[in-house]
């Protein structure tokens, strides 16, 4: 009766493990979004991670919405072309599409970071990037949906993104940089100029040394 008892208790704490494990493994296999370092209107570079949930098909197609960012660039990716769509009037990127080429996709098991550079970003505590994934054989899943009121995470999710409070000119650091490059690089460029003028300087001094000396021996022999 004991080892009986003991036996079900097992079986029973596995199971729930064994749920447990299972759950948390269909979380990680959400769309998801991540930038370290992201501010409120700043630019950073977003990583969408894209895990295909099927057993069967490839993820072929990946769309996101983006909150009307003034900049967004692609990182190129061997066997995908990617595409950011603007408004036509103010230019503002709407969404990117990456699709694979024939051949081309992320098969069963796999997961695709797809990375884009973007910004400014709105000055909001949160913000989400609907996206839409489609399978080699047609399904297609969107990730779109907000948490729930009660707090837990819906079936399909939008990948989400938390940004920090702004700490100021996002392009400022980059801007200093680029300042100092170039104020080093006119000094050099001065410094060098110097240098060639006295190596001329001093070539052509010797020149008219040799002239005046031959000058005056010719002028003895006479």
């Known amino acids: 009766m004991k080892n009986t008892l003991i036996s079900r208790a097992l079986i029973t704490a596995a199971a729930t ?3 447990i494990l299972l759950a948390g ?3 990680s296999a959400h769309v998801s979004v991540v930038a370290p370092g992201a501010t409120q209107g700043g ?3 977003l990583t969408f991670r894209v895990p295909t949930e099927s057993d069967t098909a490839s993820t072929t197609k990946v769309t996101v919405a983006l909150p009307d960012l003034k900049s967004a660039r692609t990182e190129p990716m061997p066997g995908w072309t990617a595409v950011v769509e603007k408004d036509p009037t ?3 990127a709407k969404s990117v599409t990456w699709t694979a080429d024939p051949g081309v996709g992320v098969g069963p098991g796999q997961f695709q970071q797809f990375v884009l550079s973007a910004g400014p970003l709105p000055t909001q505590d949160e ?3 609907n996206a839409v994934q489609t399978y080699s054989d047609g399904n297609v899943v969107n990730w779109d949906q907000a948490a729930l009121a009660d707090g837990s995470e819906p079936d399909k999710p939008a990948p989400s993104l938390t940004l920090a409070a702004s700490t100021g000119d996002a392009h400022g650091s980059s801007a200093d ?19 060639w003028l006295g190596g001329a300087g001093l070539v052509l001094g010797a ?5 005046g000396l031959g000058a005056l021996v010719r002028s003895k022999r006479s």
């Open 17 to 19: 493990g064994g749920a």
């Open 25 to 27: 493994g269909i979380a």
């Open 207 to 211: 020149l008219g040394a040799a002239l």
């Open 43 to 45: 630019y950073s570079v």
């Open 90 to 92: 103010s230019l503002v």
């Open 177 to 195: 940089t680029h300042a100092t490059n170039e104020t080093t690089a006119t000094e050099s460029s001065n410094d060098n100029t110097a240098r």
């Open 127 to 129: 913000v989400s990037f």
